[in-house]
T-cell receptor, first 114, second 118 residues
């Protein structure tokens, strides 16, 4: 089973709202990732969790707050977002963050900030 | 710095024909991994195929094969017998060096949009 699930599939939120994106994998992977993808662009890495610890934060604004409650779950908490944050948010996992392991992606959450 | 270049923004192919999607990369590290992903309009990134820099043979996975030419730093994806369902965006990606404390993150090219004509 190479499935990564993400909820919700679509999210519309106002600039004053607080919402969370959820990601789950049951492949026993120890690395999980959040990417942001704008239309017609490649994914951009936001955060990397390795063994449930945040190992990379690619200078992401503090209005995005990641959380890894356990080895299977990854959340992205959103607060006071801007319209330019509207994008497809992809979660991925891999066996480890170090090594030639492929990353498996979820279906993504399409976020619209109004 | 590592870099991935996909020079074909869009391509058309007739159903049942083969198509090659180009990818060149630049790195000074001897150890790296190359990946191809497919992204349909639904948004999910689907892993297709992997080639390691030390692999002697070109990778193959069903109708997908990777034409790996190390001296030219190219890793082209060949799709044989194209199907309508192959219409999607295709991304070439390289894994950053995963030693010396690096996290081995993916660097993506800009992608090639493939359209399969019936």
């Amino acid at each position: 089973d190479t499935e990564v699930t993400q909820t919700p599939k679509h999210l519309v939120m106002g600039m004053t709202n607080k919402k969370s994106l959820k990601c789950e994998q049951h492949m026993g992977h120890r690395a999980m990732y959040w990417y942001k993808q704008k239309a017609k662009k490649p994914p951009e890495l936001m955060f990397v969790y390795s063994y449930e610890k945040l190992s990379i934060n690619e200078s992401v604004p503090s209005r995005f707050s990641p959380e890894c409650p356990n080895s299977s779950l990854l959340n992205l908490h959103l607060h006071a977002l801007q319209p330019e944050d509207s994008a497809l948010y992809l979660c991925a996992s891999s066996q480890d963050s170090i090594g030639a392991y492929e990353q498996y992606f979820g279906p993504g959450t399409r976020l619209t900030v109004t | 710095a590592q870099k991935i270049t996909q020079t074909q923004p869009g391509m058309f192919v007739q159903e049942k024909e083969a198509v090659t999607l180009d990818c060149t990369y630049d790195t000074s590290d001897p150890s790296y991994g190359l990946f191809w992903y497919k992204q349909p309009s639904s948004g999910e990134m689907i892993f297709l195929i992997y080639q390691g820099s030390y692999d002697q043979q070109n990778a193959t996975e069903g109708r997908y094969s990777l034409n790996f030419q190390k001296a030219r730093k190219s890793a082209n994806l060949v799709i044989s017998a194209s199907q309508l369902g192959d219409s999607a965006m295709y991304f070439c990606a390289m894994r950053e060096p995963f030693y010396g404390g690096s996290q081995g993150n993916l660097i993506f090219g800009k992608g090639t949009k493939l359209s399969v004509k019936p």
